[in-house]
């Protein structure tokens, strides 16, 4: 016999634990599914180095930006169950090889100060590219008042608003949403260690020599907006803090369990069908994972061929290149060996992320992750972690988290043969800046192969779909499927497949529920 619901959504991770509390909260009857033995997906954290069975790492993402500035944080009052953060000021320091640095602090004046150690015109360029990345976010304030796939009179007249306060910007606006992050990086700047502060910052949003992918600087306005936390206890907080509200909205969820079909019958989504053979009815269906995935799910014949065919085409790590994760376990906590014997300002930067990697490595690690090659030289960001939360590992030890933003996705001579010799070099490098590497314990690596494995998503691309200006809003994941409509009747994306995308938002989420609460109005 099957089971009834008014929505099912495949996918426990963030997006979907928010979608599945809005519309509990709204009186329906709602139903998660997801295939690991945990929920959270990317923003969740384990005890999963053998080695090191008392040290806890993230296993995804380890930060909170976006979903401070988003309006999830009042409307679920996350703050009620369980939400538990650290704040860190500066949040980054681009780490120069010669013991030098830069800080970004919250307030953009002290950031430019430090930039004014290097160069003083770059002080004065960073404060007016402050202010246009203000006016940019504006503009995406205004269009996130409502469904982007929707433009009412009130849309319009709130572009007009702000469009008329930014006028003599204009022309700045039009380059920052067309240019790639590294033209404008140049562009901007004339030292070296500012252009490395800037691309280091954005790497994660994608290639930076890609027309468009300017506009990731928008996440230099989040940082000076509301800042940086870090979850207390890893990002394990952040996961039961959403299961609570989704459990408080009445939903209920099953874990090990794997979708094997969403069932379109008759032109519309019927429910789903787990690998088990058990049916679930419910008149929607809300897939959280990646459109490419959520295509090879829905029952042949489903979908029309041209819905089909844009999901499928959704690019993700199109250029072969992406994300890769290695967190480290020591014996001895993570401390900077020169860079903060060189401050005499009493800024302790072992509380920011270490960016490591000049501007012209990080041109070449893209170039050579392009080809398939690994970058001779890594670039990445460290966070040791227990330098701001010490209860993520035995008292007096240390976890490091590395993100190495320009990575590839495939290598030629296969991740077999190249992983050790990676791995390795990356931990070297890393221990130029940092003592606690020459004390590792054990370490955990995820390259994107491993983490589709893991996680099924499609090349491990964390954002469901690449980044860029021609996948925002209404455009996202594809021209004609940004909008309220579903896929088909009863189906929608839900995921970081749909506005505003990849990043701990929440907004994928929050926009699906509205969208479905509208279907069955």
């Known amino acids: 016999m099957a089971d009834r619901y008014d929505v099912v959504i495949v996918g426990g991770g963030h997006n979907g634990l928010i979608a599945g509390a809005y519309l509990g909260k ?27 069975p008392a040290h806890m790492i993230n296993t995804g993402t380890a930060e909170l930006i976006h979903i401070r500035a988003s309006p999830v944080m009042q409307e679920l009052d996350l703050g009620s169950h369980g939400w538990n953060t650290i704040e860190t ?13 830069i800080a970004v602090f919250r307030d953009p004046r002290r950031t430019a100060e430090d930039i004014a150690r290097y160069s003083k015109a770059d002080a004065k360029a960073y404060l007016d590219f402050v202010e246009l990345i203000d006016a940019l976010m504006q503009f995406a304030g205004a269009l996130g008042k409502s469904d982007p796939g929707v433009r009412t009179a009130a849309t319009y007249l709130n572009l007009a608003k702000v469009a008329i306060r930014n006028c003599a910007l204009k022309d700045r606006l ?28 954005v790497a994660g949003a994608g290639p930076f020599d890609t027309d468009g992918n300017g506009i990731a600087y928008a996440l230099f306005g989040l940082l000076h907006r509301v800042g940086v936390s870090k979850a207390v206890g890893g990002m394990r907080m952040f996961a039961d803090t959403l299961l609570s509200a989704y459990a408080a909205s009445g939903g209920d969820l099953k874990l090990n369990a794997e979708v094997d079909e969403i069932l379109i019958h008759n032109g519309a989504a019927r429910g789903v069908r787990l690998k088990d053979g058990r049916i679930i009815d419910a008149d929607v ?9 959520t295509a090879r799910l829905t029952t042949p014949g489903g979908l029309d061929r041209v819905t089909r065919t844009r999901l499928e085409y959704a ?52 170039v050579q ?54 791995a390795e070099a990356i931990i070297a490098r890393a221990a130029n800046y940092y003592e606690g590497f020459d004390a590792e314990l054990g370490r955990w690596f995820e390259t994107c192969p491993d983490r589709e494995a893991r996680t099924s998503l499609t090349r491990g691309c964390v954002t469901h779909v690449d980044f860029g200006a021609q996948r925002t809003g209404a455009k996202r994941p594809a021209y004609g499927l940004g909008g309220p409509a579903p896929l088909a009747p009863g189906l929608f994306l839900g995921g970081a497949g749909i506005h505003p995308g990849g990043g ?18």
Request: with cysteine; glycine share 8%; charged share 20%.
């Open 89 to 101: 000021d500066p949040m980054y320091a681009y780490l120069a090889p010669d013991g030098g640095s």
């Open 26 to 52: 709204a009186g329906k009857r709602t139903l998660i599914v997801e295939r690991a033995a945990m929920a959270g997906g990317l923003s969740q954290s384990d005890y999963v180095i053998p080695e090191a």
């Open 369 to 422: 992750a392009r080809r398939g090659q690994v970058p001779d030289m890594p670039v990445f960001s460290v966070s040791p972690m227990t330098n701001w939360d010490s209860s993520m590992a035995p008292e007096g030890q240390g976890v490091a988290y590395i993100y190495l933003p320009v990575f590839p996705v495939d290598v030629n001579e296969g991740w077999a043969t190249a992983k050790p010799a990676a």
């Open 174 to 201: 039009q380059l920052l949403s067309t240019a790639p992050a590294d033209q404008l990086a140049a562009e901007w700047f004339e030292h070296p260690a500012t252009q490395a502060l800037l691309l280091g910052v």
């Open 315 to 366: 690019p993700a790590h199109r250029a072969n290149v992406g994300p890769s994760l290695v967190n480290v376990a020591s014996s001895l906590p993570f401390r900077l060996k020169r860079h903060q014997d060189l401050r005499k300002d009493g800024v302790d930067l072992n509380l920011a992320v270490g960016l490591i990697g000049e501007a012209e490595e990080l041109k070449r690690a893209l």
């Open 285 to 293: 269906v809300i897939a959280t994972c990646d459109p490419i995935t």
């Open 504 to 521: 701990v938002s929440g907004g994928p989420g929050r926009l699906v529920a509205k969208r479905v609460l509208d279907y069955l109005a």
